[in-house]
């Protein structure tokens, strides 16, 4: 039986930021969703309260071991006011598989979908409508038992955030420079690289760090066992363009199974490219760039959607990727799915919720 959503709404309404000038992850709505766990409740109280902040103990294990996970979706306006979220299915169903690797208690992925519903819903003004621009929507589940000892939590908290926000990166659609990782490793087959878990993405803050004092905006992750095959950027997965071919990475446990990763699949097979899910290893990419083969490189991602690479560090070997311009491949893909996002192109696949 699906809970009843209890709704608390604010008496002190925020102003809203402007349109123009978001940035990502800066700003946040009037409300936020809550539901807490506990093992003798399961999943209980789901409420919707005025946006506001936590009030833990300093014991609470997420603060000493981690036990977290969270998912990025975004809610679009279209331009007859319409509200989309973009497979949000997916996204609760990624939540069930971090959760199982973190030993966090599954949810429900239908009553998520409809949480997600009710607080876009009812903080629907916040939608911006510059173009660009989404609601980015933020789930997460803590750890929150008052207690210093390394095992599974009793009890958790389902959080749900929402944040006006522009594009990802500052360069939008224009291509990145991305630098190629040798010295540090982010993750292993066996480990969490497949679950969303803030771990990851807290062991790549420092090969983040270097390359961006060298100019790059973000890294590319080798395999932490052989470090000669390509897993995936700190907030993309990657595609390429070599010949008639176009490949990604294979999912072998270690990389993110990025939603719009697995649409540009979808999209790319039904256009008739021929699309390989396999492993690649940087020489094999070096020698195509040598050849004149590497036509495209590209990352997808909730946040950036479609991110073109323009250039590509690897130990001091730079190459540039289709003169530093976007590809067609790349063009295609993004203006096909935002156009889906937006309601500007058409849905075929039946990737869009709507909110009412």
Known sequence: MTQKINIQKTQNPKEKPDQ????FGQYFTDHMFIMDYSTDKGWYDPRIVPYGPLSMDPSTMVFHYGQAIFEGLKAYRT???????????????RINNSNARMSIPPIDEEFAVEAVKTLVSLDRDWIPTEPGTSLYIRPFIIATDPYL????SNTYKFIIILSPSGAYYPSGINPVKIMIENEYVRAVRGGTGFAKTPANYAASLKAQEIAHEKGYVQVLWLDGVERKYIEEVGSMNVFFKIGDEIVTPSLDGSILPGITRDSCIHLLKEWGYKVTERHLSVSELFEAHTQGKLAEAFGTGTAAVISPIGELNWDGNVITINDGKIGEVSARLYETITGIQNGTVRDEFGWITEVK
């Open 20 to 23: 123009k000038n978001l940035g």
């Open 79 to 93: 331009a007859d006011g319409r509200i989309f979220l973009f497979r949000p299915e997916m996204n609760m169903k």
């Open 149 to 152: 000892g390394v095992r599974p």
